[in-house]
């Protein structure tokens, strides 16, 4: 059966998180559900990697299988046409039969969004974490190069987390400001559960001025989950693209950018 890949996006704000759930609404079942009155058949997909409740995607990645022949564009616009507005999917290609989602991939990038100002935000209440105090940025980027390389992440992986390993090779981190937001940049091979909300945590201390900038490599080294500071709220999370072979040719590292007002006015933030 042919196997096609989709390249979705989504406001987590109102989902239980990426799974199906038999007690809440997952974002998996409404694309299975879009996806199967295109298909005329039930549909199950893969993604790429599970994202918690509140937590978005400008670029989740998953796959399935079907005997039903569409092309790209009605695979695109007629899973669109049933699913809720806060899913979309961005492009549909088909895929060679070995291509996995999740084990094809080689890296993958999440953003973390701080929305640093006195005033709560309302119309981002819940696409950004909200930070009331002044962040230095330049701490926080400077911090957050000790992550760089392969650890040992166990003091930023949840209690609950399931990976065999807390062994995580991060690739890249950087910490920008935007006028009043503050982006996180992470790229690694693959992440520990809540590994990036306690990475923010870890910095956003080190941001305002509460922790010093070696924190990260003291937390690093603790290997205590119990030592490594707070786990940021998920609002501000998105997972922002997977990277594959280039030889597959699938868009899935796109642009980030995010609607917020700014000391200037509304703008995009890339």
């Known amino acids: 059966m042919p196997r096609i890949a989709l390249g979705l996006e989504y406001d987590g704000s109102s989902f239980a998180g990426w799974q ?5 609404i997952g974002i ?12 005329d058949h039930p549909v199950d997909v893969v993604a790429a990697g599970r994202t918690d ?14 005997p039903a022949i569409r092309t790209e564009r009605s695979w695109m616009l007629g899973a669109v046409s049933n699913m809720p507005k806060s899913v979309s999917v961005l492009w549909a290609r088909e895929v060679p039969e070995g291509f996995h989602a999740r084990f094809s991939a080689l890296a993958r990038r999440y953003r973390y969004v701080i929305l640093n100002r006195v005033p709560r935000p309302a119309l ?9 105090e002044r962040l230095d940025e330049k701490r926080m980027h400077e911090a957050a190069q000790n992550l760089v390389g392969e650890h040992d992440f166990s003091s930023f992986r949840a209690a609950q987390c399931q990976a065999r390993t807390p062994m995580r090779h ?31 945590g870890v910095l956003i201390a080190i941001g305002t001025g509460e922790r010093p900038v070696d924190w990260t490599a ?17 609002d501000g999370l998105y997972l922002a693209g997977i990277r594959y072979a280039p030889a597959l040719n699938l868009p899935s590292e796109p642009e980030f950018s995010v609607m917020a007002p700014t000391e200037a006015g509304s703008s995009r933030v890339p």
């Open 170 to 200: 991060l690739h890249e981190i950087s910490v920008t400001r935007h006028g009043e937001l503050v982006v996180l940049t992470v790229c690694a091979n693959a992440f520990l559960h809540h590994m990036v909300r306690n990475i923010a």
């Open 53 to 66: 409740a509140g937590v978005h995607a400008t670029m989740q990645v998953v796959h399935f299988d079907t």
């Open 20 to 24: 199906s759930q038999d007690h809440a």
């Open 28 to 39: 998996q079942s409404v694309v299975e559900k879009g996806l199967s009155v295109v298909a």
């Open 218 to 234: 003291q937390v690093l080294a603790y290997r205590d989950r119990k030592l490594g500071g707070v786990t940021a709220v998920p």
């Open 124 to 132: 981002n209440a819940e696409r950004a974490a909200w930070v009331r």
